[in-house]
């Protein structure tokens, strides 16, 4: 086959091979400031697809050139070689989907290891809210959220009648994959972590 083939597999091997690297990545990784890096990838995305779009142009033009040297081989060549330039389509939709998720989706924990059943559990951005129930005595429940980054995060719940609201973090790229984990004591005393963590860092501790 001539250059116009060759030029066709290279511009769906380029973007398909960077996709499945950025996947088997992210699926790898679970450090935060490493996913954070390549998302900074994402932008092959933009440039994968009209690579493709070009690919197909000279895939067609050269499968007119071979059809007149009567070429061996021929439509299965020509079909291998489409092949690899539309499976980047759903590829690239569906990183964009796992890149998402990446983002906006972490869990939140909510361990009471006081006497007292801790009710209406909430977290609110401006935007977003999703309860939680309630939490028995020396249980723990645990969901996941999407928020939007860069947006304060609160808490709310009511013990003994009373309701308590406060910011539990300000949602960013270090969150991306991590727990936040709500704890009250036994004392009463609200702490506030971020799991995993290279060390015991505690965003919020107050009492109540």
Known sequence: ?????????????????????????CLLV??????????????????GLPLCFIGGICLTISYKKARKRNIEN???KTLQALFVLIINIPIS?????????????STAV??????????????SSPKQSYKFGDVSPN???????????SMAVKYSFTRNGIK????????DAFYIGKKVKLTITKSGEIIIKRIPQTLDLI??????
Do not use: W
Not at 139 to 149: D, I
């Open 203 to 208: 965003i919020n501790k107050q009492n109540i």
């Open 1 to 25: 086959m001539n250059k116009l083939y060759r030029t066709a597999l290279v511009c769906g091997l380029i973007p398909l091979c960077i996709s499945i690297s950025l996947i088997l990545a």
């Open 110 to 123: 909510f361990e009471n290891q006081s006497d007292i059943v801790i009710k209406d559990i909430c977290l």
């Open 74 to 76: 021929l439509p299965k």
């Open 30 to 47: 679970k450090n935060s400031l490493l996913l954070i890096l390549i998302l900074t990838c994402l932008p092959h995305l933009y440039f």
């Open 93 to 105: 939709i569906g990183i964009s989907i796992l890149f998402s998720s990446l983002v906006y989706t």
């Open 164 to 171: 308590y609201e406060d910011r539990m973090f300000i949602f």
């Open 139 to 149: 249980k723990t429940v645990e969901k996941k959220y999407r928020f939007h980054t």
